[in-house]
């Protein structure tokens, strides 16, 4: 082994080993310092997971530059068991890498918390995984055909999905974050990343001086982009409004006042006006949290829920930023005023007792609510 490959097997080490350290170090802290705000529903225990797994990703890439150390020291490079210990290495970084997708907020939906589809793409990694191994021990190790080292075929068109769906959720949480820089280096680093694989399958393009470069280049760059995610983490929930002070008072047909003293939203009223259909979806979410019980606090969001769709709950923000004329820092996000419980379901974060509505609007509220369900023949 050469003194420049030596070079970038340990740099690839140790820069993975101190990210992973910080990841982690920066988790622990925010699972203890927030429990509260992560698990404010005793029925609902959710520790917000996402960097303990990006911080699992970069220690298998500790193990994997370990791997390829002992590799290159004792010429297992081109052996059946080093490409098989690389592919499961790489198989579970990829899978690290999704679980933490689950966590994104702004992830693709059809990964956001939901555990029947996460279960789903978990199979298909370890059957990608099987099949790569399986390639391998049909050629013997020997699957270098054509220019294509086709063992790594299967590993190589997952990780691009993969990187898709990371560079997708990264672009979106710091774009909408007000990082756009940030969310364009994201992008660029998982390219980057990507584009250092194309390597291992195609035996053309295979420099070892460029091919490490770009690797150390990209590793660094995304470990930085985690870390700035991590504090951006940080920063949105040490200002996130607590359940507890947080009032709402519904006086009258489109008229609200509401409290948030930590976004300095001091008993402001909120007229609604011509915009019905908000106040009505807000009304309804408040009623289900203050008289329901258990999963009857929350509502169905989605085509065959009670809610059509998301963009809704978005409205409702927008319209109460909208109205109160807040500043910058003191405007609400969707996560300020209802919580995501899983499968499609939302509830107003307020507690119960926080909760006032007007007592003749309640009725009038029921009584439309059950002509509605009557027209449609369910019954209420």
């Given amino acids: 082994m050469t003194e420049v490959a030596r070079f970038h097997i340990l740099a690839h080490i140790f820069i993975s080993l101190i990210g992973g350290m910080l990841l982690l170090a920066i988790w622990y802290n925010i699972r203890k310092r927030f429990r509260h705000i992560l698990e ?8 917000d997971k996402g960097l303990l797994h990006l911080s699992l990703a970069m220690f298998v890439w500790v193990l994997s530059g370990i791997w390829s150390y002992m590799g290159a020291a004792f010429g297992w490079e081109g052996s059946l068991i080093f490409k098989i210990g690389f592919n499961l290495l790489s198989t579970f970084n990829n899978l690290f890498l ?79 974050g007000g990082l756009q820089l940030v969310a ?8 980057l990343m990507f584009g250092s694989q194309l390597s291992e399958v195609f035996i053309g393009l295979r420099n ?12 660094t760059s995304l470990i930085a982009v985690f870390l700035v995610l991590a504090t951006s983490w940080v ?28 976004k300095d939203i001091l008993n402001q ?22 008289y329901g019980e258990g999963l009857d606090q929350s509502i169905e969001i989605g085509a065959a829920g009670e809610i059509k769709s998301q963009t809704y709950l978005s409205r409702i923000i927008d319209n109460i930023n909208e109205i109160l004329a807040l ?15 899983g ?36 019954g209420l």
Avoid: C
């Fill in 184 to 191: 364009v280096i994201s992008v660029l680093a998982l390219l």
């Fill in 40 to 47: 404010e529903d005793e029925s609902q225990k959710r520790v």
């Fill in 98 to 176: 999704l679980l933490a997708l689950f966590y994104f907020y702004h992830g693709p939906a059809f990964i956001y918390n939901n555990p029947k589809n996460i279960f789903r793409i978990i199979l298909i990694i370890v059957g990608v995984m099987l099949i790569s191994i399986v390639i391998l021990l049909v050629f013997g190790g020997n699957d270098e055909i054509y220019g294509i080292q086709w063992g790594t075929l299967p590993d190589f068109l997952l990780s691009a999905f993969l990187s898709y769906l990371l560079a997708l959720s990264l672009y979106r949480t710091f774009s909408r």
């Fill in 343 to 378: 499968e499609g379901r939302y509830r107003l974060r307020m507690i119960p007792e926080n909760i006032t509505i007007d007592q003749r609007l309640l009725e009038e509220f029921a009584q439309g609510a059950e002509a509605i369900y009557r027209r449609m023949g369910q």
């Fill in 235 to 262: 920063i949105r929930l040490a200002s996130m409004p607590r359940p507890q002070e947080m009032t709402i008072q519904f006086m009258d047909w489109s008229l609200v006042k509401l409290n948030i003293p930590s």
């Fill in 208 to 219: 070892d001086f460029t091919n490490e470069l770009i690797k150390i280049i990209a590793k």
């Fill in 327 to 341: 500043e910058a820092e003191q405007k609400l996000d969707r996560r300020d005023l209802f919580t995501f419980i």
């Fill in 269 to 290: 009223h909120i007229d609604f006006g011509s915009k019905t259909t908000q106040y009505k979806n807000l009304l309804k979410l408040a009623a289900r949290r203050k």
